[in-house]
């Protein structure tokens, strides 16, 4: 059983900074390939950035220059520094892992996180 646990959400001002960390063991950062989620409100659930086994990355074209995805494996800890957030960024973010490595963030993810919540003001 993979278990992700997400922690840094929280509300900030356009233009604002936050930092997502998710937990996990190093064993499952070692196997899988590793990425943010996130669903706005109304909407479908919106793959957004993916760091593979060997770390490569990628983004979804929204954030690309603004966020940026890493990864401690010893630590079993995953990243998402987001930087010059808007409005439009507020949705739940989870922290998600899978098997299926090819591709954008717009992949099939096998296990979710339970997602932290942030909000960004105008």
């Known amino acids: 059983q993979v278990q992700l646990q997400e922690s840094g959400g929280g509300s900030v001002q356009a233009g604002g900074s936050l930092r997502l960390s998710c937990g996990a063991s190093?064993?499952?950062?070692?196997?899988?390939?590793m990425g943010w989620v996130r669903q706005a409100p109304g909407k479908e659930r919106e793959g957004i950035a993916a760091?593979?086994?060997?770390?490569?990355?990628t983004y979804v074209d929204s954030v690309k220059g603004r966020f940026s995805i890493s990864k401690d494996n010893l630590e079993g800890s995953l990243y998402l520094q987001m930087n010059s957030l808007k409005p439009e960024d507020t949705a739940m973010y989870y922290c998600?892992?899978?098997?299926?490595?090819?591709?954008?963030?717009?992949?099939?993810?096998?296990?979710y996180g339970q997602g932290t919540q942030v909000t960004v003001s105008s």
């Open positions: 760091i593979n086994t060997d770390g490569r990355t």
């Open positions: 998600v892992a899978g098997t299926y490595c090819s591709g954008g963030p717009a992949r099939p993810w096998n296990f």
């Open positions: 190093e064993y499952t950062f070692r196997a899988y390939c």
